[in-house]
């Protein structure tokens, strides 16, 4: 079974909109962590916004924030008011099992966002 | 502000080569990544390294795989033998330290292609 599940392999979004990207995740660890990244496409990967498995409030960060419903195990990202320079692949990614240490990222398939003007 | 660099940007290499990928993390970082996405794929994980040691392993990192911290300041993937399906873009990671909200910082990755 996959372990991060993005369904959605491209979105279009006009400039200004609000899009939100799913994300849902497979786990039995009580502990994890959910990230997601931004690749343009000159190939970089960027943070964007962090949500621990134990947060009560839903992550922000600027224009981004992340749905997270835990009982539904779903990280979705919002961006709100969109930019063309939003557009790139998305990618979700997940820490589990932090207390017991390991560190890796389990990514997704990604999503990529296209900007219309 | 601090970055993760990687060289080269590009490599090319014939089936059966040795390749070696460099990474500098950033400076007062303790953990250590390599990623790897074939094209048009997802990122897989590789290898995590800490303390001078790996802690953690994908079943991608086979023998044909090492990596090593020679200076103290670099870090770097060795390939051994190449082969076509080593094709792929590999990213270094780094993180400042081992906590559960630590993000990885990604360096802009190299593009190894395989004749």
């Known amino acids: 079974a996959q372990k991060i599940t993005q369904t959605q392999p491209g979105m279009f979004v006009q400039e200004k909109e609000a899009v939100t990207l799913d994300c849902t995740y497979d786990?039995?660890?009580?502990?994890?962590?959910l990230f997601w990244y931004k690749q343009p496409s000159s190939g970089e990967m960027i943070f964007l916004i962090y949500q621990g498995s134990y947060d009560e409030q839903n992550a922000t960060e600027g224009r981004y924030s992340l749905n997270f419903q835990k009982a539904r195990k779903s990280a979705n990202l919002v961006i709100s008011a969109s930019q063309l320079g939003d557009s790139a692949m998305y990618f979700c990614?997940?820490?589990?099992?932090?207390?017991?240490?390991?560190?890796?990222?389990?990514f997704g398939t990604g999503t990529r966002l296209k900007v219309l003007a | 502000e601090p970055e993760v660099t990687q060289t080269p940007s590009h490599q090319v290499t014939q089936m059966g080569q040795e390749v070696i990928l460099r990474c500098v993390p950033i400076?007062?970082?303790?953990?250590f990544y390599w990623y790897r996405q074939i094209l048009g794929q997802k990122v897989e994980f590789l290898v995590s390294?800490?303390?001078?040691?790996?802690?953690?392993k994908s079943e991608i990192f086979d023998d044909q795989f090492s990596v090593e911290r020679p200076d103290g300041s670099n870090f770097t993937l060795k390939i051994r033998s190449t082969k076509l399906e080593d094709s792929a873009m590999y990213f270094c990671?780094?993180?400042?330290?081992?906590?559960?909200?630590?993000?990885?910082?990604f360096g802009p990755g190299t593009r190894l292609t395989v004749l």
């Open positions: 990671a780094s993180s400042p330290q081992g906590r559960p909200r630590d993000e990885q910082f």
């Open positions: 390294f800490y303390n001078n040691e790996i802690s953690e």
């Open positions: 990614a997940m820490r589990e099992g932090l207390a017991s240490g390991t560190y890796k990222y389990i």
């Open positions: 786990t039995s660890d009580q502990s994890y962590g």
């Open positions: 400076s007062n970082h303790l953990y």
